[in-house]
């Protein structure tokens, strides 16, 4: 499947979020984009989008909709290490791509809310983290979010893209970004129910171009 066959099946399941279409693809390409130049995906948010950020990491660090065994070459390069228990590794391991969710350090979280504050747990770690090839998936159901909009200004200092997943009216996040998925409700919980599967088409155009 193409990123266009995705959305449209996306859409097709959700016929409200045709107002996203050229949004999602856009985010697909720019996802795709990411990986090619051997960068990452940094993802924030806060509450249930906290929980949205490390639940796309487990979609895209191992495998999601379909199977990604290991390269031969890190099989061969694995079984000379360890004949016996890297037959096991290489049968059982599974290729990744890089994401971070940014709220699930929780010791450093502490750190920099008590030594910096909490408005900059997301920018700090964007200045730790972030390289020009990578992409910041800033998720937030108002726009308004300080921490995210911070993490946002932070990920264009460094020339990174910005991928907006938001309400409605985008808040002052949307501007910030190189692509901004709307979707068309504002309640948070609707808001919510639609950014989930966005999110996982999005996981999907990226396992089908690379795996």
């Known amino acids: ?81 360890s004949g016996e228990r890297g037959a096991i590794l290489a049968s059982k391991l599974e ?7 940014l709220n699930a350090h929780g010791g450093l979280v502490s750190a920099i809310s008590n030594d910096i504050g909490g408005d900059f747990i997301f920018a700090q770690q964007v200045l730790g983290y972030g390289r020009k090839n990578d992409v910041l998936l800033a998720i937030s159901t108002s726009g308004n979010s300080v921490n995210v909009l911070d993490a946002c200004i ?13 309400g409605e009216t985008g808040g002052k996040i949307k501007s910030l970004c190189d692509v901004a998925v709307c979707v068309p409700v504002t309640n948070t919980a609707a808001v919510q129910e639609y950014h989930l599967p966005i999110y996982h ?5 990226v396992e089908e171009t690379f795996f």
């Open 154 to 166: 932070t990920a264009k200092a460094l020339g990174m893209k910005v991928v907006g997943l938001l």
């Open 95 to 101: 290729r990744g791509l890089p994401a971070i969710s």
């Open 1 to 81: 499947m193409n990123i266009e066959d995705i959305v449209q099946d996306l859409i097709q399941r959700y016929p409200a979020l045709e107002t996203c279409k050229e949004s999602v693809i856009q985010a697909g390409e720019t996802w795709v984009e990411c990986y090619r130049n051997e960068g990452k995906l940094l993802i924030c948010g806060n509450g249930g989008s906290a929980s949205d950020s490390d639940h796309i990491v487990g979609e895209l660090m191992k495998s999601f909709s379909k199977k990604r065994p290991v390269t031969n070459e890190f099989k061969k390069n694995i079984l000379e290490s």
């Open 201 to 205: 088409a999005l996981c999907i155009m």
